[in-house]
């Protein structure tokens, strides 16, 4: 249990810091990014007429499922 050395200290420092810039920026650039793009659908939901896709996908089921053939035995 010596003393640390400055230089020791300014490692730490110096690591710690690294850790921290290299964790904090991809985190805030995806908030960044997740909130830009809920804002951007938000906007195109209520000023655009933007179909439902859940609602298509059915009416698409259905259709292929009445155009298949009955089974032939």
């Known amino acids: 249990m ?4 400055p230089s020791e200290s300014l490692v730490w420092y ?4 690294n850790f921290v810039s ?3 920026l991809p985190v805030l650039l995806f908030q960044l990014g997740f909130t830009f ?12 007429d933007i179909p439902n896709l859940a609602k298509k ?3 698409i089921k259905k259709d292929l499922d ?3 053939k009955p089974p032939s035995s």
């Open 22 to 24: 290299s964790v904090t």
């Open 57 to 59: 996908l059915e009416e």
């Open 14 to 17: 110096q690591v710690a810091q």
């Open 66 to 68: 009445a155009k298949k």
């Open 2 to 5: 010596g003393t640390r050395l």
């Open 37 to 48: 793009g809920n804002v951007v659908g938000m906007y195109l939901a209520q000023n655009y």
